[in-house]
């Protein structure tokens, strides 16, 4: 148990800092992404459109995380990484980072970060669709403190406001497709329930706002589905945090993320039933699902002898396994 307690740590660690990191913020040795290079000197960038297709009609967008090469320190070629998604059919490129570059003091609070006003800008000269993820947390750790209140959680009444407006400017901007709110929920839904209720609060009033100035914008939270279903049995989650999302007003939630990694509840990619994700769909109904990260491990997680395989080839096999998750299903984008 120890030891898939000390995994478990590793690997949310791992992740709060790739979310971060892919924010922009304010580290040392990291710099803000600069505009991507249009792919001809005539071209110019421009906010990409509105689209809101219809759901059952649309093809799986196939959506990769903001990681050009040198990611995170270096930016000098997302010109080529938004080239190369563009190229893909139906491809999408994510970001999914705090909700203000400067996440830990807040000092521009309100204001639309950099990298994600980046990924939506270039978006149609490159022909990919953009995804937006603003989180608020890391770990057990909120980022909502303000200069102005030091309240670091969602009792913060400037915070919420300064959010709401950086994601109804963000909305007006870019009349973005996919828009969510907050990464893998559940996980603070166990942490504390009482702020949680707030939280609901807050987004229910930013959804309102966002469909205001962008009706087309398809707006949802994000959980972990092997944390929310209580399926990570290999990594100790063996307890369902479904609450996590009954708890949302499901009229104001156009579409819900999940984080899904089969390797918390089965060692092999083999052994993942092709009906993985079925009490997810049980529970959204006619809801559609965005599959925001997933994946397969390649190599062992500093040589901690997990309980589940490990190799390129399981990556591999794991890709199909992943579309069979989806097969009858609404699934609008997997990432």
């Not at 950099?114 to 909120?142: D, E, H, K, Q």
């Not at 959980?223 to 989650?237: D, I, P, Q, R, Y």
């Not at 559609?288 to 096999?317: K, R």
């Given at each position: 148990m120890k030891k898939r307690g000390q995994i478990s740590k590793l690997i949310l660690m791992i992740l709060g800092l790739v979310a971060i990191g892919s924010s922009g913020c304010n580290r040392k040795g990291a710099t803000t992404p600069t505009p991507a290079p249009a792919p001809s000197s005539s071209a110019s960038p421009s906010p990409s459109p509105s689209v809101s297709p219809s759901p059952t009609a649309s093809p799986i967008v196939k959506g990769i995380g903001l990681s050009p090469f040198g990611f995170p320190s270096d930016y000098s070629k997302l010109g080529d990484f938004f080239t190369e998604v563009g190229a893909m059919p139906h491809g999408g490129a994510m970001?999914?980072?705090a909700w203000r570059d400067n996440a830990v003091s807040g000092v521009d609070s309100g204001t639309i970060p950099a990298a994600p006003a980046i990924v939506m800008s270039n978006a149609a000269t490159y022909g990919y669709t953009p995804i937006a993820v603003f989180g608020w947390r890391s770990g057990t750790t909120l980022f909502l403190k303000l200069p102005a209140?030091?309240?670091?959680?969602?009792?913060n009444t400037e915070?919420?406001?300064a959010f709401q407006s950086m994601l109804v400017s963000f909305a007006t901007t870019y009349q973005p497709r996919f828009l969510f709110i907050g990464n893998e929920n559940d996980f603070f839904y166990e942490q504390d329930p009482t702020d949680y209720a707030r939280w609901i609060t807050f987004y229910n009033a930013a959804y309102t706002a966002i469909k205001t100035v962008s009706a087309g914008t398809q707006i949802g939270p994000i959980f972990n589905f092997e944390h929310l279903a209580g399926v990570g049995t290999l990594n100790a989650w063996t307890t369902p945090n479904w609450s996590a999302l009954t708890?949302?007003?499901?009229?104001k939630v156009?579409?819900?993320g999940v984080t899904v990694y089969p390797w918390f509840s089965y060692a092999t990619v083999a052994t993942?039933?092709?009906?993985y994700l079925q009490p997810l769909f049980d529970h959204v109904g006619a809801?559609?699902?965005a599959i925001t990260e997933s994946g397969w491990p390649a190599e062992n997680l500093a040589n901690l002898n997990p309980l589940w395989s490990t190799s390129e080839q399981e990556?591999?096999?794991y890709i199909t396994k992943l579309f069979g998750f989806a097969q009858g299903h609404n699934v609008q984008m997997v990432n």
């Amino acid at each position: 148990m120890k030891k898939r307690g000390q995994i478990s740590k590793l690997i949310l660690m791992i992740l709060g800092l790739v979310a971060i990191g892919s924010s922009g913020c304010n580290r040392k040795g990291a710099t803000t992404p600069t505009p991507a290079p249009a792919p001809s000197s005539s071209a110019s960038p421009s906010p990409s459109p509105s689209v809101s297709p219809s759901p059952t009609a649309s093809p799986i967008v196939k959506g990769i995380g903001l990681s050009p090469f040198g990611f995170p320190s270096d930016y000098s070629k997302l010109g080529d990484f938004f080239t190369e998604v563009g190229a893909m059919p139906h491809g999408g490129a994510m970001w999914n980072g705090a909700w203000r570059d400067n996440a830990v003091s807040g000092v521009d609070s309100g204001t639309i970060p950099a990298a994600p006003a980046i990924v939506m800008s270039n978006a149609a000269t490159y022909g990919y669709t953009p995804i937006a993820v603003f989180g608020w947390r890391s770990g057990t750790t909120l980022f909502l403190k303000l200069p102005a209140n030091a309240t670091n959680t969602w009792a913060n009444t400037e915070a919420k406001a300064a959010f709401q407006s950086m994601l109804v400017s963000f909305a007006t901007t870019y009349q973005p497709r996919f828009l969510f709110i907050g990464n893998e929920n559940d996980f603070f839904y166990e942490q504390d329930p009482t702020d949680y209720a707030r939280w609901i609060t807050f987004y229910n009033a930013a959804y309102t706002a966002i469909k205001t100035v962008s009706a087309g914008t398809q707006i949802g939270p994000i959980f972990n589905f092997e944390h929310l279903a209580g399926v990570g049995t290999l990594n100790a989650w063996t307890t369902p945090n479904w609450s996590a999302l009954t708890t949302h007003d499901l009229t104001k939630v156009d579409i819900v993320g999940v984080t899904v990694y089969p390797w918390f509840s089965y060692a092999t990619v083999a052994t993942v039933p092709d009906t993985y994700l079925q009490p997810l769909f049980d529970h959204v109904g006619a809801i559609p699902v965005a599959i925001t990260e997933s994946g397969w491990p390649a190599e062992n997680l500093a040589n901690l002898n997990p309980l589940w395989s490990t190799s390129e080839q399981e990556q591999v096999d794991y890709i199909t396994k992943l579309f069979g998750f989806a097969q009858g299903h609404n699934v609008q984008m997997v990432n």
